[in-house]
């Protein structure tokens, strides 16, 4: 490992710059997200040699709504044109089988750095910033080893240790919300009726919320670190301010143009007007 930490990465998707890692190295089963089965390293049947999708503007219509939710976080063009030097798996097949073990540790890495990042833009978690900026260093800097290194990082050590910083920055934060902090912590609210609750500065943290009613609700200050969102109604809820908000928890949903989301947040296409 080097003494000095390069850049961090883009922590968005350019799937120009990938050999579409995630149509490839990731497995998937015949669901209402995917149309059918896909083993782990078999390239999907609908992908095209330049490694574009060939349904890509109809993913949704086809049956593959778990292709338009899923996000990188960026690691695909990390692993495309840093770690394997711009080599792909089709001119280069001894890359594939490293190159697809190591895109999720990559992926992993690039989420770290995602919500750590996220975290040092956080007034309220100061205390905390000291050490997120030594995670954000080292983390950092292991987006930037050889494949070799990454197969053998122990991922989840690292997450452990940078997620017991994000709880305390979770803490500091919803501590400054008005309302009265409820703790919803891996809670099963699937099909929770929420509509316009005052939901400032709740615990959401890994709960379950598939196809709950969140239309107007208030969600500002609220941790939503690995919360299910998948058919959640967000139409006019108020997300500005939440915590550890991804674009994939968004992409999950259903919302409008009265929904009102964190400006680093794209609205999802497939939103209603």
């Known amino acids: 490992m080097s003494t000095t930490a390069p850049a ?11 050999f579409a890692l995630c149509c490839v190295a990731l497995p998937f089963a015949k669901s209402s997200d995917f149309a059918l089965n896909k083993a782990a390293g078999t390239p999907c049947t609908n992908l095209r040699q330049d490694f574009r999708c060939g349904i890509h503007t109809r993913l949704r219509d086809k049956g593959f709504q778990g292709c338009t939710v899923f996000d990188c976080f960026g690691a695909g063009q990390q692993v495309s044109q840093v770690t ?25 890495l690039h989420e770290l750095l995602f919500y750590v990042t996220e975290a040092l833009s956080l007034p309220a978690a100061r205390p905390v910033h000291p050490e997120l900026r030594s995670a954000l260093t080292e983390t950092t800097e292991w ?94 809820a108020d997300l500005r301010d939440a915590l550890f908000l991804t674009q994939a928890q968004l992409n999950a949903a259903h919302g409008d143009a009265a929904t009102r989301i964190p400006a680093s947040l794209a609205r999802p296409a497939h939103w209603s007007s």
């Not at 050590?157 to 305390?168: E, S, V, W």
């Open 84 to 108: 394997f030097g711009g080599r792909d798996w089709r001119s280069h097949p001894g890359t594939a089988g490293p190159m697809y073990e190591v895109f999720p540790v990559m992926r992993q």
């Open 143 to 236: 987006t930037a080893a050889d494949a070799q290194a990454l197969t053998s990082l122990d991922v989840g050590a690292l997450r452990g240790r940078i997620n017991t910083l994000l709880l305390r920055t979770s803490e500091l934060v919803r501590a400054k919300a008005p309302a009265r902090r409820k703790n919803h912590r891996g809670a099963d609210l699937m099909g929770a009726r929420l509509a316009g609750a005052d939901l400032r500065g709740a615990n959401f943290r890994g709960a379950y919320l598939i196809a709950a009613d969140l239309g107007g609700a208030d969600l500002r200050q609220a941790d939503l670190i690995g919360a299910d969102f998948r058919d959640t109604n967000l139409r006019g």
């Open 8 to 18: 961090t990465p883009d922590l968005h998707a350019d799937c120009a710059n990938c």
